[in-house]
C-alpha cells in the first residue's frame, strides 16, 4: 500500500461515497460534484487524498477528466483485514 494512510482517506463519508459512485463506472469530476452537491474546489480536495491512496485513478478523454476506482488497492485492505478475522469453528 502506499504511504498515505488509507484508514484516514476512508474515514470520510463524501470520500466513501465517490467510491461507491465509481464502483458502477467512471465519472468525471462536474458529474461527481453534482452528485454530491460540493463544490469543485471540495472535490478536488476528495478526489486529491484518493488519489494519493491509489483508490481511483484519472485520465483525460478530450476536454473531460475521467476517474475510475481502483479495486486493486481495496483488494489488498481485504485480504490484510481479513487476516484479523480468526478461525472459524
Request: aromatic fraction near 8%.
Amino acid at each position: 500500500m502506499r504511504e498515505t494512510n488509507i484508514f484516514k482517506v476512508l474515514a470520510d463519508s463524501q470520500r466513501r461515497d465517490i467510491l461507491t459512485m465509481l464502483k458502477n463506472g467512471r465519472l468525471n469530476a462536474g458529474e461527481i460534484a453534482e452528485k454530491l452537491q460540493i463544490t469543485p474546489a471540495a472535490l478536488s480536495y476528495h478526489l486529491k487524498l484518493l488519489k494519493s491512496a491509489d483508490l481511483i485513478s484519472e485520465y483525460k478523454e478530450k476536454n473531460f477528466v475521467y476517474y475510475e476506482i481502483n479495486t486493486t488497492v481495496l483488494d489488498e485492505l481485504i485480504i490484510w483485514v481479513n487476516q484479523f478475522g480468526g478461525k472459524k469453528e
